[in-house]
């Protein structure tokens, strides 16, 4: 069975866009069972409009930057009963794109709207709404191969080292719980239906089209078919596959970008070696001058004496008169 790819932006989106489909994703990856899920307002994708200079040719690159970002609100059901929470959902294809996850991380803190009352003793008081940040990325981590990484948080009584199992609202407010999924780590294990469920962005999956995986329907649990049908409907899309296309133009550029950025790296690498050498070597040729200019000096110097030689030569002279004189 053939589905469209969704480590491309457009598919991931089509695919999103369905509340159902979000709610199995979602409560599939953080374990919690979602009640209600709202999109938020309009996703955020970053927008690139750069200038290079090629064949001394001006050239504009304008489209979908490499971090993708989808927001909800979701009413979630936890061990401490009902729970708002805003769920981020970014996805990126470099390692760069790190600063662009903290930017946009931040920017949710700072947002009034991520703002809730609650109720604390007899009083009611603004706290912020927790986040659950989830990463989907397309590149490898440095330390780790697994697939899908929980990044959880626990109180600890540093005194007695006992967990403290109460949530507090000033705690919860200013930290958060994250997932990072390794796209290239999705490889042919099955272990448990998040696995499974994963499977969809293997890469390993895809034709010679980067655009199309190949996926086996009868794998899936029934609870799972509705996504391989979602993605299997995306391919006979004409506007996702003229989107995808799109956004294999982008990354073909950006690459193109990073490539002479690196050559031009290099190059300044060895520019600045050969000026350090450069001024070694003048450094080397001015200490050569000052000697030979000292040297100068003293041979002037003693050129300018003449008869009023320095002390040492007027006493050797006398001393030589006067040893031929005595002996005459």
């Given at each position: 069975m053939?589905?469209?790819n969704?480590?491309y932006?457009?598919v991931?989106?089509?695919?999103?866009?369905?509340?159902k489909?979000a709610?199995?994703?979602?409560?599939?990856?953080?374990?919690?069972?979602?009640?209600?899920?709202?999109?938020?307002?309009?996703?955020?994708?970053?927008?690139v409009?750069k200038?290079?200079?090629k064949?001394?040719?001006?050239?504009?690159?304008?489209?979908?930057?490499?971090v993708?970002?989808?927001?909800?609100?979701a009413?979630?059901?936890t061990?401490?009963?009902e729970?708002?929470?805003?769920i981020?959902?970014q996805?990126?294809k470099?390692?760069?794109?790190i600063i662009?996850f903290?930017?946009?991380l931040g920017?949710?803190y700072?947002?009034?709207?991520?703002i809730?009352?609650?109720?604390?003793?007899k009083?009611?008081?603004?706290?912020?709404?927790?986040i659950i940040?989830?990463?989907?990325i397309?590149?490898?981590?440095d330390?780790?191969?697994?697939?899908?990484i929980?990044?959880?948080?626990?109180?600890?009584?540093?005194?007695?080292?006992?967990?403290?199992?109460?949530k507090?609202?000033?705690?919860?407010?200013?930290?958060?719980?994250s997932?990072?999924?390794?796209?290239p780590e999705?490889?042919?294990?099955?272990?448990?239906?998040?696995?499974?469920?994963?499977?969809i962005?293997d890469?390993?999956?895809?034709?010679?089209?980067?655009?199309?995986?190949?996926?086996?329907?009868?794998?899936?649990?029934?609870?799972?078919?509705?996504?391989?049908?979602?993605?299997?409907?995306?391919?006979?899309?004409?506007d996702?596959?003229?989107?995808?296309?799109?956004?294999?133009?982008?990354?073909d550029e950006?690459?193109?970008?990073?490539r002479e950025?690196?050559?031009?790296?290099?190059?300044?690498?060895?520019?600045?070696?050969?000026?350090?050498?450069?001024?070694?070597?003048?450094?080397?040729?001015?200490?050569?001058?000052e000697?030979?200019?000292?040297e100068k000096e003293?041979?002037?110097q003693e050129?300018?004496?003449?008869?009023?030689?320095?002390?040492?030569?007027?006493?050797?002279?006398?001393?030589?008169?006067?040893?031929?004189?005595?002996?005459s």
């Open positions: 053939q589905i469209a969704p480590i932006d457009v991931f989106k089509y695919l999103m866009g369905v509340n489909i709610k199995i994703m979602i409560s599939s990856i953080i374990g919690q069972e979602i009640e209600e899920l709202e999109f938020r307002p309009q996703e955020c994708v970053s927008e409009e200038k290079r200079e064949s001394q040719k001006n050239r504009k690159l304008k489209g979908s930057l490499t993708y970002h989808l927001d909800f609100s009413k979630i059901k061990d401490h009963g729970q708002i929470v805003i981020e959902i996805k990126a470099y390692p760069k794109d662009r903290r930017s946009y920017e949710q700072l947002n009034k709207e991520n809730q009352k609650v109720k604390q003793g009083r009611i008081r603004k706290s912020g709404i927790p940040s989830i990463y989907f397309g590149h490898h981590l330390n780790t191969k697994a697939g899908v929980k990044i959880g948080r626990t109180y600890t009584d540093l005194i007695t080292g006992e967990e403290i199992k109460n507090e609202v000033f705690i919860e407010s200013l930290t958060h719980d997932y990072v999924i390794q796209i999705l490889t042919q294990k099955r272990r448990n239906e998040l696995e499974i469920l994963l499977s962005f890469q390993s999956n895809k034709e010679k089209d980067f655009h199309i995986l190949n996926v086996k329907e009868e794998n899936f649990p029934e609870k799972y078919r509705p996504i391989i049908r979602r993605l299997q409907k995306a391919i006979s899309n004409p996702i596959k003229k989107k995808m296309e799109l956004e294999d133009g982008i990354l950006l690459e193109d970008m990073d950025i690196e050559e031009l790296t290099e190059e300044n690498i060895q520019v600045k070696q050969e000026n350090i050498q450069v001024k070694q070597k003048y450094e080397r040729v001015e200490q050569e001058k000697r030979v200019e000292q003293r041979v002037e050129k300018n004496n003449g008869g009023e030689r320095s002390p040492e030569i007027s006493g050797l002279r006398s001393f030589y008169l006067h040893y031929k004189n005595s002996n």
